[in-house]
C-alpha cells in the first residue's frame, strides 16, 4: 500500500464550485505540504502545517483552505474553485528527523 | 517563486547513451533531493544528498552535490528507455519550512 495517498485522483468541476482534496499518510510524519504544479512553473507551496495545530500560508494560499484533522489526515479545500486553479496538486510529507519530503500521487484539477 | 535552474529542460537520446542533469543555484543549502515523475503521477524520491561534495550511486545513476552545497548533478549511464521521465531536484535549507524547486528536466530515451 502506498505510504501516502491522495483522493480524488481526477476531478472536473464548475467555476464557482467547492472543492475538497483529501492527504492520508502511513509514515507518521508530522509534517505535511500542499502543492500545486503547473507546466514550466515547478512546484509551488500552497500550505504546510507541522503538526496538527501548526498550520500556515504557502507561496500561494489565496483562494484555497486546508483542515488538518489528524497527524495523518489533511485536507484542502477550494472555496469557489476558478478556471486558473486547473493543476495538478500534490500532498507531501516529511518526517521530523530527515530533509526529504515524499509525495502522493496527485490529483489533476480540472475547473471549467 | 525562487527557483533552482535545472538544465536541459529536455533531453531526447538513444538507448545506450550517456546523459548529465545539472541543477544550480546561488543559494546553499542544506540538503538536495533528486526525483522522477511520471505523467500524471507524484514525484518518486531517487536520492537525498547532504554533505558537500558528496557523491551517490544508484545502479546506472550517479548524484554529486557540489562541494558548496548549491548545485547538484545527475548523471545516467547507458540510459534505458524506462529512464524516460521529468526530473526535479529539489533544495532544503536547514531551519525553514521552504524546499525551492526545479523547474525539472524532461528526458525521453528512445528504443
Known amino acids: 500500500d502506498a505510504d501516502v495517498t491522495q483522493t480524488p485522483r481526477n476531478r472536473i468541476t464548475k467555476t464557482g464550485k467547492r472543492i475538497m482534496l483529501e492527504c492520508s499518510q502511513t509514515k507518521g510524519h508530522d509534517r505535511m505540504y500542499w502543492y500545486r504544479q503547473d507546466p514550466g512553473l515547478g512546484l509551488q507551496l500552497i500550505y504546510y502545517s507541522f503538526d496538527v495545530k501548526d498550520i500556515n500560508k504557502g507561496e500561494i494560499s489565496d483562494g484555497y483552505s486546508v483542515s488538518r484533522q489528524a497527524q495523518a489526515k489533511f485536507s484542502l479545500s477550494l472555496e469557489s474553485a476558478i478556471p486558473n486553479q486547473t493543476a495538478l496538486y500534490f500532498c507531501?510529507?516529511?518526517?521530523?528527523?530527515?530533509?526529504?519530503?515524499?509525495f502522493g500521487p496527485g490529483t489533476r484539477l480540472t475547473v471549467l | 517563486t525562487q527557483l533552482l535552474e535545472q538544465s536541459p529542460q529536455f533531453l531526447s537520446i538513444q538507448e545506450g547513451e550517456n546523459l548529465t542533469v545539472y541543477c544550480n543555484s546561488s543559494?546553499?543549502?542544506?540538503?538536495l533531493q533528486w526525483y522522477r515523475q511520471e505523467p500524471g503521477e507524484g514525484p518518486v524520491l531517487l536520492v537525498t544528498?547532504?554533505?558537500?561534495?558528496e557523491v551517490k550511486k544508484l545502479k546506472r545513476l550517479t548524484f554529486q552535490f557540489g562541494d558548496a552545497r548549491k548545485d547538484s548533478s545527475l548523471h545516467i549511464t547507458a540510459a534505458q528507455p524506462g529512464d524516460t521521465g521529468l526530473y526535479l531536484c529539489?533544495?532544503?535549507?536547514?531551519?525553514?519550512?521552504?524546499?525551492?524547486f526545479g523547474t525539472g528536466t524532461r528526458l525521453k530515451v528512445l528504443a
Open positions: 544528498v547532504v554533505t558537500g561534495g
Open positions: 507531501a510529507t516529511r518526517g521530523l528527523a530527515s530533509d526529504t519530503q515524499y
Open positions: 543559494s546553499v543549502f542544506s540538503s
Open positions: 529539489a533544495g532544503y535549507r536547514s531551519g525553514t519550512y521552504k524546499y525551492i
